[in-house]
């Protein structure tokens, strides 16, 4: 299966104006405010014995398969309508 996409970098200031959820809806994303929490824990121990790393993409299908089967009722995603809101804002605020 393949699909064309591209990245839209939009600011997080922005992003937090248009009331888009951090880690659930925009998976990765958290405000300026938490950046400095979870994402800069150190690994050196576990890298000391011998943690592996998996590669990115059978992690992040991994991830969204056990999200579809075990998280329903939590959809970690934005609708499409909202998408298409934030970007066409945004598209706004270049013109």
Request: proline fraction near 7%; charge should be negative.
């Amino acid at each position: 299966m393949h699909s064309f996409f591209y990245f839209i970098w939009i600011p997080g200031k922005f992003l937090d104006s248009q009331g888009i959820g951090y880690w659930q809806e925009l998976s990765l994303w958290l405000p300026s405010s938490l950046q400095n929490t979870f994402p800069c824990l150190n690994n050196s121990k576990a890298i000391a014995d011998c943690l592996s790393f998996r590669p990115l993409a059978k992690t992040v299908y991994d991830i969204w398969q056990w999200d579809q089967l075990e998280q329903p009722e939590y959809p970690s995603r934005l609708s499409p309508e909202k998408e298409k809101n934030v970007l066409q804002a945004w598209r706004r605020t270049a013109e």
